[in-house]
């Protein structure tokens, strides 16, 4: 006889070990309430599925068991073919079971929708009064995260902060592939991608440094696209506001195009100042600001385009300096301004595009 029937044995203990080790279990015990309800939500599907699986499996195991050829004392009935009370339990079962599920997933999908503004911050605690929610606006690029804080003029780059029990609203965009924002404690993945605008709402209950991460492959350097979620008390997180700002880095178009190159393994860095509206140039796909964005061109594309004087209002005597300002000669975003600009003959001005 091998010897292996007896060693495995001996071998499972260490085995479960090193196997249950990787298993976090921090998807169904998260630190954030709408990462806790989608939580109760697997573990709810779950157990509703369970209410069929495991009665067929236990049945099948029983039935074979039980008429088994060498079991006499069972009956045997080969003529057997139907039972109105065996049809009426195997097609409603199932039949409730779909309803509950159905029920339970409609109601989740609203409540948890990303989009929806949260209305509480834990089970019984809503939102308090006055309280605005914290917006980040994240940007995935090639391969790392940049985190930027309108309301304090900050950015942070592989890091974020945010106070605990303070509803976040994020606006997420990508700068070129498109990448999966997941921080399995604070809630769902939520698809960033070029050129669109994503939202999340979520809110961290309890303070620790947290794991985030892209969970949709986007290229060679995907597996290190990884950044710290640190839920800081009030006092801590005024307190990493300053540190950004005492830094003194700053975020500007140039800085934030130098960023955009591709590049793996950036160390967590904070910036005191950020170019601003830089996410909606991002999105607009004209942090350059030779480009034109794509707002405008949508502003255009309305009204038909500008005809023969619109050449004017692209022309683009200025290709690849930055600190030249936008070429359109105008803030274009309604078709009313589009119009109001043929003849071209206004003064240059910076309207949505901000030069830097
Ligand atoms: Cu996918």
């Known amino acids: 006889m091998s010897a292996l029937p007896r060693v495995l044995p001996r071998l499972l203990p260490p085995a479960a070990v090193a196997l249950l080790s990787g298993c976090n279990t921090v998807v169904l015990s998260p630190q954030g309430d709408v990462a806790a309800q989608q939580g109760q939500l697997i573990v709810i599907a779950t157990a509703l599925m369970l209410l069929v699986i495991v009665p067929v499996i236990a049945l099948t195991f029983l039935f074979a068991w039980r008429y088994r050829a060498s079991n006499r004392k069972a009956t045997y009935a080969p003529d057997w073919d139907h039972s109105t009370q065996l049809e009426l339990v195997i097609w409603a079962v199932p039949l409730l079971i779909i309803i509950a599920l159905g029920a339970v997933t409609w109601i989740s999908t609203h409540l948890l929708d990303p989009h929806r503004p949260l209305e509480r911050i834990a089970p019984g605690r809503p939102v308090p009064e006055g309280v605005q929610p914290l917006e980040v606006q994240v940007v995935s690029l090639d391969w790392k995260w ?10 942070s780059l592989n890091q974020m902060a945010a106070p605990v029990d303070r509803p976040i609203r994020f606006r997420l965009t990508s700068s070129t592939t498109m990448n999966a924002f997941y921080v399995p404690a604070l809630a769902g993945m939520v698809y960033t991608m070029p050129a669109m605008e994503t939202t999340l709402h979520a809110v961290m ?3 620790g440094t947290y794991k985030g991460f892209s969970s949709h492959y986007s290229g060679e350097g995907f597996s290190h696209m990884r950044f710290d979620f640190i839920a800081l008390d009030d006092a801590g997180f005024a307190q990493w506001i300053e540190t950004a700002r005492a830094g003194g880095a700053t975020l500007d178009r140039a800085g934030y195009l130098a960023l955009e190159a591709p590049s793996a393994r950036e160390p967590a860095r904070l910036y005191a100042s950020v170019a ?3 996410f909606d140039a991002v999105v607009n796909r004209c942090v350059d600001t030779d480009r034109l ?11 038909g385009g500008l005809g023969l004087e ?4 692209l022309a683009m005597p200025r290709r690849g300096r930055l600190d030249a300002g936008p070429f359109v000669s105008a803030g274009v975003c309604t078709v009313e301004e589009a119009r109001a600009l043929v003849p071209p003959s206004r003064p240059v001005i910076a309207g949505g595009l901000q030069a830097p």
């Not at 964005?293 to 009204?303: E, K, L, P, T």
């Not at 619109?310 to 209002?313: Q, S, T």
């Open 146 to 155: 940049l985190f930027v804080y309108p309301e304090y003029g900050v950015a």
């Open 205 to 207: 209950n309890a303070p």
């Open 276 to 278: 601003p509206d830089l």
């Open 293 to 303: 964005c794509m707002d405008q061109m949508m502003a255009y594309d309305a009204m």
């Open 310 to 313: 619109g050449i004017d209002v």
